[in-house]
């Protein structure tokens, strides 16, 4: 993407998510249950922000390649972002499931339960197909494809209380456990393709251009706040007119559009900085989300090796302990990115002539 349509906000949004899930991840599994009081404001603010994450990438992941696609001067069935995309969703895919594995039982002819527990980066990779999927479908429309995008993660959405609890047991688990979060998964595909959805209609109606970006930064952050402190009035006007229960359920348990709205303000924050992260770290680190995340799951979880930060200091920090540790573990993963992508090249050669890996 050249610099004059790169939008560096998306870059340093994945960067700031990235970052949350980093300290995330670390301070709840490390963070002694003691310390978790839902009664400390301190801890019930972080556990509220750390909740922007999921929704950040997801909805990034649905913008970003609709972005590439519609950015692209061959459009329909030809457009070759479409090949790309695929490749690059079964990328994410094959990595969810190699950093689940455990080599010591694999060795032993044994497949760990965890395994079949479909993670972020399977969800996100089926997001990213999703979309170059429906392009591909719908590349006749122009307009329309705006409204099926938008209609779609609306529709995930409002039926959330209806598919939330659907265990889907006719089918074998490899595949429910994809689908919602009854079925044991730690991601699954509803809500959260919803958001990737809601992100492929704004790259349509956002467009590739950086122009009234003070706008567009108002825009966002005006229906977020709407999104946040209306929306469950909305639907519990709605269930008035319509006496359907369904949306009475929507209205008093509305944390996807809620976090919709979260995701906006962020936009709105974002948006009105994308000068100031121009060749900035937060753009490259947006850009390396991947790696980062693939490093900390070998440091944090243990990742083949099934040794790692998690196994041997779970929930046993003081909030001191869990806080400087996230500080340095942040650190660690980012420095490991950093000195990786800057001598892969010495890296591959030294297996190519140690393992005869090519």
């Not at 479409?82 to 895919?93: A, M």
């Not at 046993?316 to 573990?329: E, I, K, W």
Request: charge should be positive; charged fraction near 15%.
């Amino acid at each position: 993407m050249s610099s004059k349509e790169r939008l560096y906000f998306l870059d340093a949004l994945r960067a700031f998510a990235i970052l949350m899930m980093l300290q995330g991840h670390f301070i709840s599994g490390i963070l002694a249950p003691e310390f978790k009081l839902e009664e400390s404001l301190f801890y019930d603010f972080w556990f509220y922000c750390r909740g922007f994450t999921a929704p950040v990438f997801f909805l990034v992941t649905g913008w970003v390649v609709m972005f590439l696609l519609l950015r692209n001067k061959v459009q329909g069935f030809k457009n070759p972002r479409i090949k790309k995309g695929i490749r690059r969703g079964l990328e994410l895919i094959i990595w969810g499931y190699v950093l689940r594995l455990n080599l010591p039982l694999l060795l032993n002819g044994e497949l760990n339960a965890s395994f079949f527990k479909p993670d972020v980066l399977q969800i996100i990779g089926l997001g990213l197909i999703f979309v170059v999927g429906i392009y591909t479908l719908l590349s006749f429309l122009k307009k329309g494809l705006l409204f099926v995008f938008l209609g779609f993660g609306c529709l995930v959405f409002v039926c959330e209380p209806i598919y939330a609890n659907k265990t889907f047991y006719t089918l074998p688990y490899f595949l429910s456990a994809y689908l919602t979060k009854v079925n044991g998964g730690v991601f699954y595909l509803f809500p959260w393709i919803g958001y990737v959805s809601m992100g492929a209609s704004i790259a349509i109606t956002f467009g590739s251009k950086t122009k009234k970006l003070i706008l567009k930064s108002i825009g966002f952050t005006v229906s977020g706040i709407l999104l946040i402190f209306k929306s469950s009035a909305l639907f519990i006007w709605i269930y008035n007119q319509t006496d359907l229960y369904l949306f009475r359920q929507v209205a008093y348990n509305n944390f996807l559009f809620i976090r919709l709205g979260d995701v906006f303000v962020l936009l709105g924050v974002f948006i009105i900085m994308n000068c100031l992260f121009k060749r900035s770290f937060w753009v490259w680190m947006g850009q390396k989300t991947l790696s980062i995340y693939i490093i900390h799951y070998f440091i944090f979880y243990g990742s083949l090796s099934g040794i790692g930060i998690y196994k041997y200091f779970k929930y046993s920090g003081s909030l001191v302990q869990s806080s400087v540790g996230a500080l340095f573990f942040v650190i660690i993963c980012l420095l490991l990115s950093v000195l990786i992508h800057r001598y892969k090249s010495e890296l591959f050669l030294i297996l190519w002539r140690k393992l005869k890996f090519k």
